[in-house]
């Protein structure tokens, strides 16, 4: 079964108008604002451009979140080679280009858009004659409204935690020439849609989720999401604006605090049937590349006896069934005439210029840290979960050829959790997901066989900040406990290294040292740590660098700033 993606319904809206009476017709033939939004098929279309806008087609790479988050933590160095000069420039806080983050901008307010056109179709829609009863309806009419609530604080909360302050714009017809929205003003609001979102939406197990309903944000996810508002807002406030706070005051006036936060994540925890996968190291891809080969093409995940749970929930098509990932990007295959639905991530992080089994070639970007590594107790089964070592010799590497690396900034060690994997079959040597989604010819190149898909979020989350605003460690040992490590007591210190190992490379960890102010604290974080590399062959030591000035932020991009004739003003430090 080919995996199910969010694809924007062709004809979505098409508005005609003329000063014309004769013009004035009935459109029997295309969708309009006058026919549309009246039936559930026509929700379900318009809510599938809202999650189209998740992906973003960016030809640098750098406006992939990602990407983005990943590079500029510190967990990671640039890489790539010597004409990637712009993917340094990016991690050491340096504008590569001056709309470099321009198409997350941009597909951020095609969603938004998108969902307030939803959500003012939905004020005064009557679904009753499509349900069985009228509760039927109100119910389905209320899980939409959530779902799109849901999506535009979700859009606006990935946009904010990169750019701060966005122009705030919450229905079709609004203005759009209006002023960035201050950082507080955004965050409540994103934190209003989400809190509404969670309201709305109904408590569903997400065991009796069927396979072709995954994908669809819910109840929990909003909850969720609430509660990593709740912990970015307040923590930046706090530690880069020296503005402490404890709560978020929605654009009502209702205060959301951290006691509400808390019962928020606890509903989830009592009610929603997620739960961790037994093994993390089951959660990535790898673990399924010996099943797909019929043959054992990585020793070291056949020692293990690793059993990938497979990207498409409980009822997954391939592997045992995924109860962790709450939220992901559904990724599938791309062509040579439409690249947006590959997972950039995958292409971008996998080994430089070398083909290997089973793991396949990249651009050699955001090369792991040495430093990091080399701190990382080797008893932490996640270690070798998260990062592929190139002098392994149980991971089928054994070809590698360091002079045969061209890359800038490269350390032998790669993040493994989004990683090219391949293997023999009936075609030759291909891709993982070739064979597993047989996409056909015209997705045949290793460019285009990232169908992986990007965890936006994991129950292994929810406990960690359960813990993190509880301040107990039963959160942080159930997550140790299904990795074999041993209890701790709670402190941050461990909590910030709990977060650290397990989350490594997901594009958390960047958002986690902004929020506590580790950015500018060289106590907890690797900046200016000082480690062995490679620059085209040739040996040589860096240290990732942050600066302070920018404030954990992006710029925003100088074309933006140009169409708004004043309005916007520039990020600090860029």
């Known amino acids: 079964m080919k995996k199910i993606l969010f694809s924007l319904a062709l004809g979505l809206v098409v508005i005609t108008s003329s000063c014309d009476d004769h013009l004035d017709t009935r459109n029997l033939f295309q969708k309009s604002t006058d026919n549309y939004y009246r039936t559930p098929t026509d929700i379900e279309e318009a809510l599938s451009g809202v999650y189209n806008a998740l992906y973003v087609q960016t030809g640098t ?21 010597a004409d990637d000069a712009f993917a340094l420039n990016a991690a050491e806080f340096v504008d590569p280009s001056e709309d470099t983050y321009h198409p997350l901008w941009l597909e951020t307010y095609k969603g938004v858009f998108r ?5 003012s179709a939905l004020s005064d829609a009557d679904f009753s004659s499509f349900f069985a009863s009228q509760e039927e309806a109100d119910a389905y009419l209320q ?96 530690n880069i604006e020296n503005q402490p706070t404890s709560e978020i005051l929605l654009p009502d006036a209702t205060a959301i605090n951290k006691a509400h936060i808390i019962e928020h994540l606890e509903d989830v925890m009592n009610n929603s049937g997620y739960q961790l996968v037994t093994d993390f190291r089951n959660l990535w891809p790898y673990a399924y590349v010996n099943e797909s080969a019929g043959e054992t093409v990585l020793p070291w995940a056949e020692n293990e006896d690793l059993k990938w749970t497979g990207q498409d929930g409980p009822h997954s098509t391939f592997g045992t069934g995924n109860k962790e990932v709450m939220f992901a990007l559904r990724y599938a295959f791309a062509d040579w005439n439409n ?18 089994l089973p793991y396949g070639q990249g651009w050699g970007w955001g090369t792991v840290n040495p430093v990091f590594y080399n701190e990382w107790s080797n008893d932490d089964p996640r270690k070798r979960g998260s990062v592929l070592d190139l002098n392994a010799t149980d991971e089928g590497v054994e070809g590698y050829n360091p002079d045969a690396n061209n890359g800038v900034l490269q350390t032998d060690l790669v993040n493994k959790k989004y990683i090219q994997l391949q293997h023999d079959g009936p075609d030759g040597v291909k891709g993982l997901f070739y064979y597993m989604y047989g996409p056909g010819a015209d997705s045949d190149s290793y460019m285009l066989w990232s169908a992986q898909d990007f ?3 994991r129950y292994a989350d929810v406990l960690l900040m359960h813990s993190e ?18 209890p701790v007591s709670y402190s941050l210190e461990v909590l910030k290294n709990e977060r650290k190992h397990e989350f490594a490379f997901e594009g958390v960890r960047w958002f986690d040292l902004v929020r506590w102010g580790d950015v500018d604290n060289s106590a907890n974080n690797y900046f200016g740590r000082t480690a062995t590399v490679t620059n085209n062959g040739v040996e040589g030591t860096y240290s990732a660098t942050y600066r302070s000035e920018v404030k954990g932020l992006i710029s925003i991009p100088e074309s933006e700033i140009r169409l708004s004739d004043g309005l916007y003003e520039q990020n600090p430090g860029w």
């Open 115 to 119: 969902a307030n056109s939803i959500i």
């Open 339 to 356: 690249t947006k639905f590959r997972n950039w991530a995958v292409l971008f992080f996998s080994i430089r210029g070398q083909d290997l």
């Open 455 to 457: 965890y936006y979020l």
């Open 143 to 238: 899980n939409a409204l959530g779902e799109t609530y849901f999506m535009r604080g979700f859009l606006m909360f990935r946009a904010a935690r990169f750019f701060g302050g966005m122009p705030l714009i919450l229905t079709p017809d609004a203005l759009r020439n209006v002023p960035r929205s201050s950082y507080t003003e955004t965050f409540s609001q994103i934190a209003a849609d989400f809190h509404r979102a969670a309201t709305l939406m109904s408590s569903v197990n997400i065991n009796t989720t069927l396979l072709s309903d995954y994908g669809h944000a819910n109840k929990w996810v909003a909850k969720a999401y609430l509660a990593r508002t709740y912990l970015h807002f307040t923590g930046y406030m706090t």
């Open 61 to 81: 790479g750098l406006a992939d979140e990602h990407i983005a988050a990943s590079m500029m933590s510190d967990l990671v160095f640039s890489g790539g080679g």
């Open 469 to 486: 605003l509880t301040q107990t460690a039963d959160g942080i040992n159930t997550v140790r406990a299904r990795s074999g490590l041993e």
